[in-house]
């Protein structure tokens, strides 16, 4: 990684990999528990998620911190996790620029990261 750019997606993806994936367990007898399973589309790949997780929850809990790319090909992600950074833009259900971290996901929901700036057409 020592002569990579930061903006380079093989720097983020080499930087990923020494990071542990996935969900955090809940302590025993803490009274927290996970919604109900569900299944949601990421990048066309099915992937496991739970009713009260954020978009931005599950694709963390997937492929790391990234859920877009700019124009430039530098990754985005989550930044503030409170809608007002607008870093976290995700493509749902083939809506464009849809906040990761303050939507929900639902049963058979389609997330697509999203590259480049998308409008609606």
Known sequence: MGGEERGNV???DALMKRFRRGRLPL???GGLRRGSQVTVL???????????????A???AQEGLATRMTVN????????GMGVCYDCLVVV????NTRACMTAVQTDM???RQSGVSSHS
């Open 10 to 12: 093989a720097y983020y």
């Open 110 to 112: 389609r997330i697509d």
């Open 93 to 96: 259900d083939g809506v464009p």
């Open 27 to 29: 302590a025993d007898g």
């Open 58 to 60: 599950v694709l963390v």
């Open 73 to 80: 090909g530098a990754p985005r992600g989550i930044f503030c």
């Open 42 to 56: 990421v990048d066309g790949q099915s992937v496991v998620a739970f009713e009260g997780e954020s978009v931005a």
